[in-house]
């Protein structure tokens, strides 16, 4: 089993910047592949970012194209989502994700691990 912690989540102004990370218990963790979503106030849980096992392959949802990066350091055990240009339209609880799919996966009953969730706030 794997558990996952999501920290770097708070209140930023717009066009500003916040660095989640996702810490993976486990051996295992460098034969996942992992995404990041989110989910809004009244809104479902949405895809934002995957990234396959060795970190040679991202894939992002439109919304967050050219303004997320999402990376993996395997020797930590960490998966982070780097967010520039923050709007409040991202304000939302994200959550890290664990799936066997090395590519582009944006089904979130595709993935069976999750964390607790990080708030981020973007103000206007």
């Known amino acids: 089993q794997v558990q996952l912690v999501e920290s770097g989540g708070g209140l930023v102004q717009a066009g500003g910047s916040l660095r989640l990370s996702c810490a993976a218990s486990?051996?295992?963790?460098?034969?996942?592949?992992m995404g990041w979503f989110r989910q809004a106030p009244g809104k479902e849980r949405e895809f934002v970012a995957h990234?396959?096992?060795?970190?040679?392959?991202?894939y992002y949802a439109d919304s967050v194209k050219g303004r997320f990066t999402i990376s993996r350091d395997n020797a930590k055990n960490t998966v982070y989502l780097q967010m520039n240009i923050l709007e409040p339209e991202d304000t939302a609880v994200y959550y890290c994700?664990?799936?066997?799919?090395?590519?582009?996966?944006?089904?979130?009953?595709?993935?069976?691990?999750w964390g607790q969730g990080t708030q981020v706030t973007v103000s206007s």
């Open positions: 990234i396959n096992w060795n970190g040679g392959s991202t």
């Open positions: 994700a664990t799936t066997d799919r090395q590519v582009r996966t944006t089904r979130a009953n595709l993935y069976y691990y």
């Open positions: 486990g051996r295992t963790f460098s034969t996942y592949a």
